[in-house]
């Protein structure tokens, strides 16, 4: 008799009813998610293949490359197109013709 009316009080108890599975849920899925992000750790520490890092090491770019590239080009001559929106032809809004571009393809 004295189990049966401590169960009862048990589940009248508030704090046991809806706090301590919240609690549960908070610690555990800390946990969870702990190991969770330990695989994308594990996953950065591992290693390249050394072929390809040595690839990479030989492509590096640089700034002052980058310049001396396009040092000597020349931007007087450029021609500032607008790109067509979803509903407008393209070939009509660049001032191509679209029957030569038909007669090129076939």
Do not use: C, H
């Not at 500032?80 to 076939?106: A, C, F, Y």
């Amino acid at each position: 008799m004295f189990a049966a009316a401590a169960m009862r009080a048990l589940r009248k108890n508030k704090t046991l009813r809806y706090g301590v599975p919240m609690l549960l849920l908070i610690v555990g899925g800390s946990f969870g998610l702990r190991e969770f992000s330990q695989i994308r750790y594990d996953a950065v520490k591992s290693k390249i293949d050394p072929e390809l890092e040595k690839k990479l090491k030989m492509s590096k770019v640089s700034l002052e490359s980058e310049y001396e590239k396009i040092k000597d080009s020349t931007f007087d001559d450029w021609k500032n197109i607008r790109g067509p929106r979803p509903w407008e032809d393209p070939d009509l809004l660049q001032g191509r013709n679209p029957e030569s571009l038909k007669t090129k393809t076939v």
